[in-house]
T-cell receptor, first 113, second 112 residues
Framework: DAGITQSPRHKVTETGTPVTLRCHQT?????MYWYRQDPGHGLRLIHY???????DKGEVSDGYSVSRSKTEDFLLTLESATSSQTSVYFC????????????FGSGTQLSVL | DAKTTQPNSMESNEEEPVHLPCNHS???????IHWYRQLPSQGPEYVIH???SNVNNRMASLAIAEDRKSSTLILHRATLRDAAVYYC?????????????FGTGTRLKVLA
């Protein structure tokens, strides 16, 4: 299994509070992705990173920011959490080569009350 | 963004073959076709991927049309553990970086 760790695994927070989710990899992969999954919507890309300090927006980036200060860590921040951000968040990594695969973490269940 | 189209759901009997279709008419010449599946309460996992030729591995086979505008994931003998959502995706290369856009996938139900 690819070395991807998401933390925390579960979090309950209140509306308006800041929240940071962490994705840590031990594969030295170039690309890291954050997705959210809600019933009926499949996986939707929030932000992704293609290198240290290099990030770009995905399909549903509003209300989220990311940072990648070192290869192994990709942080997702909700500056002021809202109930609509209650979701399961998945991190994924890939090498960036032409013939690559995506590897996913186990997910973080976030509840915003 | 490169798009794929899949049926929302399919059913299969246990121990019978399953053919999961995917259309990707906007595919470009160097796009690999990827398949992932998501078991209940788990993150997605890699199943198979290919470029032009048909591919086989221990989990499944991937049949790619000659024009590459469609593909089919083949599970040779479905088991109850294969009940999952199956995603067919292409890697998007707009803006020179790579990203993967998932659709809603096909929910496979396996009947005992």
């Amino acid at each position: 299994d690819a070395g991807i760790t998401q933390s925390p695994r579960h979090k309950v927070t209140e509306t308006g509070t800041p929240v940071t989710l962490r994705c840590h990899q031990t594969e030295n992969h170039r690309y890291m992705y954050w997705y959210r999954q809600d019933p009926g919507h499949g996986l939707r890309l929030i932000h992704y990173s293609y290198g240290v300090k290099d990030t770009d927006k995905g399909e549903v980036s509003d209300g989220y920011s990311v940072s990648r200060s070192k290869t192994e860590d990709f942080l997702l921040t909700l500056e002021s959490a809202t109930s609509s951000q209650t979701s399961v968040y998945f991190c994924a990594i890939s090498s960036g080569s032409l013939n690559e695969k995506l590897f996913f973490g186990s997910g973080t269940q976030l509840s915003v009350l | 963004d490169a798009k794929t189209t899949q049926p929302n759901s399919m059913e299969s009997n246990e121990e019978e073959p399953v053919h999961l279709p995917c259309n990707h008419s906007t595919i470009s010449g160097t796009d690999y076709i990827h398949w992932y599946r998501q078991l209940p309460s788990q993150g997605p996992e890699y199943v198979i991927h290919g470029l032009t030729s048909n591919v086989n591995n221990r989990m499944a086979s991937l049949a790619i049309a000659e024009d590459r505008k469609s593909s089919t994931l083949i599970l040779h003998r479905a088991t109850l553990r294969d009940a999952a959502v199956y995603y067919c995706i292409l890697r998007d290369r707009t803006s020179g970086t790579y990203k993967y856009i998932f659709g809603t996938g096909t929910r496979l139900k396996v009947l005992a």
